[in-house]
């Protein structure tokens, strides 16, 4: 397994900006697929977006489509989200997620952060 920590979470308006980080240690980073979660009190957890181990196969959710993008930079053992065009229902804690043959389902994922807050006010 690795270890995944999360940063760049924040308190931001309507309209606004975050750059999510996850740094990953433990182990080889490219040989995992890294998706990003998102949990709003109440709600499941859900997938927000997730990257191949060699930057393809990326997948986003509907609602974020357009509005964030997902990244990885091998040599820095990194993942990032970039959101833009934040709205209030983006509201949620956000985690990273590492598996290596994971796709959709939160269930193929074997490594998880801590968690990140993203509080967006409107």
């Known amino acids: 397994q690795v270890q995944l920590v999360e940063s760049g979470g924040g308190l931001v308006q309507a309209g606004g900006s975050l750059r999510l980080s996850c740094a990953v240690s433990?182990?080889?980073?490219?040989?995992?697929?890294m998706g990003w979660f998102r949990q709003a009190p109440g709600k499941e957890r859900e997938l927000v977006a997730r990257?191949?181990?060699?930057?393809?196969?990326?997948y986003y959710e509907d609602s974020v489509k357009g509005r964030c993008t997902i990244s990885r930079d091998n040599a820095k053992n990194t993942v990032y989200l970039q959101m833009n065009s934040l709205k209030p229902e983006d509201t949620a804690v956000y985690y990273c997620?590492?598996?290596?043959?994971?796709?959709?389902?939160?269930?193929?994922?074997?490594?998880w952060g801590q968690g990140t807050q993203v509080t967006v006010s409107s």
């Open positions: 997620a590492a598996g290596v043959l994971a796709g959709r389902s939160s269930r193929e994922y074997s490594s």
């Open positions: 990257i191949g181990w060699n930057g393809g196969l990326t």
């Open positions: 433990g182990r080889t980073f490219s040989n995992y697929v």
